[in-house]
């Protein structure tokens, strides 16, 4: 994980989640709450929320019954996960780590699912770090992926683009204090590019893709991939 990538999640740790809230109208809980169904296929399910943030995933997942890690690089991130999972009373492991190490290292593999919940399109190289993370992943397990994608052309999808590309950032701006996280939505929403692209690397890591949905008007797609 890059130094410029850590210190800007850190520094944006304590308002992340009331201005993602805010910004995708509430929307982003049912986004995690897809993932997070996805991932939990039985009862005890062993589940790694990686790039986990805050941990609303994971949360989500403890909720459902889960035994979960929370993996990410960011300290400061990881610490409110830390308060939140306190003030929930549900117990979960937490990994500081650097998920784009090959392979990378994470206490309790292998995990019966991962997500991976906007993580993939902060990453210099997407299948690299999706192929380790599968090295993770018990044979048939869910690997859940969510991210933003392009507008898929419709009016609608082009008219959230607009929403969530130009007007975001400025409203981001004026809650959070700072603009560099929201600059870097937008900037790396481009360089994934659409909802096929996003199966395409999934697929280019030598996984399977199951399932796939397209959420927020089209800009946020789901994808549910397992070893061949
Ligand atoms: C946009 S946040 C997503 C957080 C969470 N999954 C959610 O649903 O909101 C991306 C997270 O990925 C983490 N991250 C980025 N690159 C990383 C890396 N190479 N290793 C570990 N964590 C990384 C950041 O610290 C940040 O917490």
Known sequence: MDTATR??????????????????????????AWAASRAVEKPHARVL???????????????????VTLADGSRGMLEV????????????????TDLSTEPPEVPGAPFDAITVVFGVRYLDDPVRVLRGLATLLAPGGPLVIVDFVEPDGSFLSRLAAFYFFRVLPRVASLLAGRRGLYDRLVASTHRMGGAKRLVSLVENAGLTVTETRRMGFGLVAGVVARHG
């Open 7 to 32: 210190e800007l999640f850190d520094a944006n740790a304590a308002t992340y989640d009331r201005v993602n809230t805010l910004i995708s109208l509430g929307l982003d809980a049912r986004w995690r």
């Open 81 to 96: 996960a830390r308060r939140r999972a306190r003030a929930s009373r549900l117990e979960l492991r937490f990994a500081e």
């Open 49 to 67: 929320d990686a790039f986990a943030g805050t941990g609303l995933v994971g949360l989500r997942a403890a909720a459902l019954g889960a035994e």
